[in-house]
């Protein structure tokens, strides 16, 4: 398969730029083999069974987002894309020309030194110059295929990274979302289970949960679990390739705990359906095969996979001519989730971070 079998049409009015009322008021699009049921999320404890397992992504995401200047004075944009020491992190740099090793970065409390450029990517930043909080929200790109990549540098900075993050740094919010990150936004665009800090951008399939649902489904007796995939910088790195067999995924880290692979484990021998929460839960599960342990995946899930952990998945919906929809493709089958996105643009459903949902089932040649 080609890039160009990816791409869809997408009115602009259907990017939601704000996440519904309550969490679980989002619509939710369960697609069987023949058939598409408009439901409401809070409808989800209806759809699993006793015995099923949900898998659950419990990174945090990080207020990567800093804004200061340079020694010279020039203002600088500083993506923390990792943290790699307590003192000491990964982070895209935006600003008018490239610092050099040694230069000093000066945010509203805190500095960065720069240490050396380790690397590029497409950024995670808004698709316009940098603004501040008063200044005019920047334009929206859903493609973002015409971004150049910013160059990665390995920053220490005078005080521990996260700590930095929490008091000065802003929400990271996806570049199609044209609003700067507002109160609501730091609540909202983090899953109520949240636990370990390390993403820039959210495992938003999470984001439908509540704890009210949270409980009915132990009341129902679906078991939960979690791991954690660290979503990174890459997440938003387009696909330049036609030929898909060129693109390289970004490398993320991830964990499976000894606790939720006995859980799989328990699940596979009684029968019941392993079911993941967001393609990132997908990805990580896939990439350990639901074995304990911690690494880094740079896997790339295209048509042809064939999947060894995962039973159903609840998934938003994706970017065109990106890599998680050619994951969710090769999970439920492409003309399944063709005619899913058809029926979704059709109805009105909203799409991305901030938009509904839909429950896939695995298809039987996946």
Do not use: C, W
């Not at 910088?233 to 387009?238: K, Q, S, V």
């Not at 995946?297 to 919906?317: E, K, Q, S, W």
Request: hydrophobic share 40%; charged share 25%.
């Amino acid at each position: 398969m080609h890039l160009s079998d990816f791409d869809y049409d997408l009115p602009a009015d259907l990017i939601a730029q704000h996440p519904t009322p309550d969490r679980t008021g989002s619509r939710l699009l369960v697609v069987g083999e023949s058939s598409l049921d408009d439901l409401t999320f809070g409808a989800l404890p209806d759809l699993v069974a006793a015995g099923d397992l949900l898998v659950f992504n419990d990174t945090r995401v990080l207020k990567a987002r800093l804004l200061g200047r340079k020694d010279t004075g020039g203002r600088v944009e500083v993506m923390v894309e990792r943290v790699v020491a307590d003192h000491e992190a990964h982070a895209l740099i935006r600003a008018s020309h490239a610092p050099k090793n040694g230069s000093i970065l000066h945010f509203a409390a805190g500095t960065a030194t720069v240490i050396t450029r380790v690397g590029a990517a497409d950024a995670p930043m808004h698709d316009a110059p940098m603004h501040d909080a008063h200044d005019a929200a920047p334009a929206h790109d859903p493609t973002l295929a015409q971004r150049d990549p910013l160059p990665i540098y390995h920053l220490a900075f005078s005080e521990p990274v996260e700590a930095l993050l929490e008091r000065i740094g802003r929400l990271p919010l996806p570049p199609y979302i044209t609003h700067s990150a507002e109160s609501d936004d730091e609540a909202r665009y983090q899953t109520v289970y949240a636990s370990r800090p390390g993403a820039v951008a959210a495992p938003t399939a999470g984001l439908h949960f509540d704890d009210t649902l949270l409980q009915r489904l132990r009341d129902k007796d679906v078991g939960t679990a979690m791991l954690t995939l660290h979503v990174g910088a890459g997440t938003f790195l387009p696909v330049r390739s036609e030929d898909l067999s060129q693109h390289r995924m970004h490398r993320e880290r991830f964990e499976i705990p000894p606790a939720t692979a006995r859980k799989i484990e328990q699940t596979r021998e009684r029968g019941g359906r392993i079911i993941a929460v967001g393609t990132t839960s997908l990805r990580a599960l896939e990439a350990g095969r639901g074995l304990a342990g911690r690494s880094e995946t740079d896997l790339f899930i295209t048509p042809g996979y064939r999947f060894g952990v995962a039973d159903g998945l609840i998934t938003n919906f994706h970017l065109p001519r990106s890599t998680l929809l050619m994951l969710v493709s090769a999970f439920a089958g492409v003309a399944r989730i063709r005619r899913a996105y058809a029926h979704a643009i059709q109805q009105r459903y909203r799409f991305f971070s901030y938009g509904d949902a839909m429950m896939l089932r695995r298809h039987p040649s996946a």
